[in-house]
């Protein structure tokens, strides 16, 4: 999944593809790199991050869908509101990349329901603004999987099947440093509570954090690829990422060794 921020404040490239014509090229190069899905987002979530008018978002995002998807692209709309997301899918998304999970919007999961799109629920704790504040859990990981649980059941109960269904265990979000080599490492057993997995380490800050301080954005795409195979090893069923180049030739090895094995 190749991420288009088109946004003006993203953490990594914000700004750099606010542009209509510059997100769609943008989108299409990432294609070309490798991906499969386009993730296409018109609201930051970086920690810190203020909340945009759901008309502002729209504007941002929903020309660059119409485009990618006459063009035949798979596209995901990466928002909280429900508003937006009836109106990406109307434009032609398949998916909707909900980051809380459908808990920001009340109305976002009957809303899916009334589509046939998929809908991807992200471990989430609270608002970008304080993401930090709630990182706290009495067990990590059996934390993240009963929320993950009561995601999936809330989904179920709005008319949406599982079958529509992916889960994101939310890496940088809600969780500190350790706490997300912690996640990552219980992946296959997230994994296993039923649904495809969708996991997103792209560019973050624990990843800096394990490079060690000044990490260049190149450094951080190859340590994006490496966690990105250690992902698909775990059953991850998509991997979201900035760099799609990057992590297409790191699966691609990975697989050349596993086949030759």
Same mark, same amino acid.
């Given at each position: 999944?190749?991420?288009?921020?088109?946004?003006?404040?993203?953490?990594?490239?914000?700004?750099?593809?606010?542009? =209509?014509?510059?997100?769609?090229?943008?989108?299409?190069?990432?294609?070309?790199?490798?991906?499969?899905?386009?993730?296409?987002?018109?609201?930051?979530? @970086?920690?810190?991050?203020?909340?945009?008018?759901?008309?502002?978002?729209?504007?941002?995002?929903?020309?660059?869908?119409?485009?990618?998807?006459?063009?035949?692209?798979?596209?995901?709309?990466?928002?909280?509101?429900?508003?937006?997301?009836?109106?990406?899918?109307?434009?032609?998304?398949?998916?909707?990349?909900?980051?809380?999970?459908?808990?920001?919007?009340?109305?976002?999961?009957?809303?899916?329901?009334? =589509?046939?799109?998929?809908?991807?629920?992200?471990?989430? @704790?609270?608002?970008?603004?304080?993401?930090?504040?709630?990182?706290?859990?009495?067990?990590?990981?059996?934390?993240?999987?009963?929320?993950?649980?009561?995601?999936?059941?809330?989904?179920?109960?709005?008319?949406?099947?599982?079958?529509?269904?992916?889960?994101?265990?939310?890496?940088?979000?809600?969780?500190?440093?350790?706490?997300?080599? =912690?996640?990552?490492?219980?992946?296959?057993?997230?994994?296993?509570?039923?649904?495809?997995?969708?996991?997103?380490?792209?560019?973050?800050?624990?990843?800096?954090?394990?490079?060690?301080?000044?990490?260049?954005?190149?450094?951080?795409?190859?340590?994006?690829?490496?966690?990105?195979?250690?992902?698909?090893?775990?059953?991850?069923?998509?991997?979201?990422?900035?760099?799609?180049?990057? =992590?297409?030739?790191?699966?691609?090895?990975?697989?050349?060794?596993?086949?030759?094995?």
């Amino acid at each position: 999944m190749g991420i288009v921020n088109v946004t003006p404040d993203s953490f990594s490239d914000g700004g750099r593809f606010i542009a =209509t014509d510059a997100a769609v090229s943008h989108g299409r190069r990432l294609l070309a790199d490798g991906a499969h899905i386009l993730d296409i987002g018109g609201e930051s979530t @970086r920690p810190g991050a203020a909340r945009v008018e759901s008309a502002v978002e729209q504007e941002r995002v929903l020309p660059v869908i119409e485009a990618l998807a006459a063009e035949g692209a798979a596209v995901s709309i990466d928002t909280m509101n429900a508003a937006t997301a009836r109106a990406a899918v109307a434009a032609g998304a398949r998916i909707v990349n909900d980051v809380s999970g459908g808990l920001s919007d009340p109305d976002m999961l009957a809303s899916v329901a009334d =589509t046939d799109a998929e809908i991807i629920l992200q471990h989430w @704790r609270g608002p970008s603004a304080d993401m930090y504040a709630r990182a706290e859990y009495d067990d990590l990981v059996r934390d993240v999987a009963a929320e993950l649980r009561g995601r999936m059941a809330a989904a179920e109960a709005a008319g949406i099947p599982l079958s529509r269904v992916v889960l994101d265990p939310g890496i940088g979000f809600g969780k500190r440093g350790a706490q997300n080599w =912690t996640v990552l490492r219980a992946l296959p057993h997230l994994v296993a509570l039923g649904t495809r997995m969708l996991v997103g380490t792209s560019r973050k800050r624990f990843l800096a954090d394990a490079l060690g301080d000044g990490a260049s954005e190149q450094r951080r795409d190859l340590a994006t690829a490496v966690t990105s195979v250690l992902a698909a090893q775990s059953g991850a069923w998509a991997v979201r990422v900035h760099d799609a180049r990057a =992590t297409r030739d790191a699966l691609e090895v990975e697989r050349a060794w596993r086949e030759q094995t």
